[in-house]
């Protein structure tokens, strides 16, 4: 009986470290993303479309600007996407017809711009690496404009189909915004965090 007794009490102690070391590693991931994520303003949001991200971005500036402006550019194109099929399929019509041709234009710009500055991102130098971060903020910037200028048409929407689209592109919006906050703090960053790990 004393030995079945051992069994079970070091059966127990094991179980215990293992589940310790099991949460060292989600902790520290979560650390890593809440730590990138503390300059954006939508931090709730950046969190939890970044999370994925934390064990390769750990704690570099550029590795986790290119993870918000690549979940920023999945999110815009899915709403662009929902756009058409609202245009396509006539769900919405009077006066949100030129409101709505004029979101899917934008948007289409959004995306343009969203990969020019992801496309920066990958290929930063420490030669030019100030002039690409000014592109960067400017291309983002101008896809926020953008995002922002769908949204006049939409300022007080009139029923379900309206203020859904509004709160998607208010999604989009606020993706965007903390892409550009990340890439505001690779900014001041400055050139060491190029040989980040």
Not at 78 to 104: E, F, T
């Amino acid at each position: 009986m004393p030995m079945a007794n051992a069994n079970v009490y070091l059966t127990f102690l094991l179980l215990i470290c293992l589940l310790k070391s099991g949460q060292s590693a989600p902790n520290a991931a979560s650390n890593y993303v809440q730590d990138a994520c503390s300059v954006t303003r939508y931090r709730a949001l950046c969190i939890n479309s970044l999370t994925s991200f934390s064990s390769t971005a750990k704690t570099s500036p550029s590795k986790w600007a290119r993870a918000g402006v690549s979940v920023t550019i999945g999110e815009t194109k899915n709403v662009a996407l929902y756009l058409m099929k609202v245009k396509n399929y006539r769900v919405m019509r009077g006066s949100y017809k030129i409101p709505l041709s004029d979101c899917i234009e934008c948007f289409q710009n959004a995306i343009d711009q969203l990969h020019g500055s992801l496309g920066v991102l990958r290929k930063l130098s420490a030669r030019n690496f100030y002039t690409q971060m000014g592109d960067v903020t400017t291309w983002l910037s101008a896809a926020l404009t953008d995002q922002e200028t769908c949204l006049d048409g939409f300022e007080n929407p009139r029923g379900r189909q309206a203020k859904m689209l509004r709160n998607r592109v208010l999604r989009s919006s606020y993706l965007t915004s903390n892409a550009l906050a990340l890439v505001n703090k690779l900014a001041t960053s400055g050139l060491e965090s190029l040989n980040d790990p």
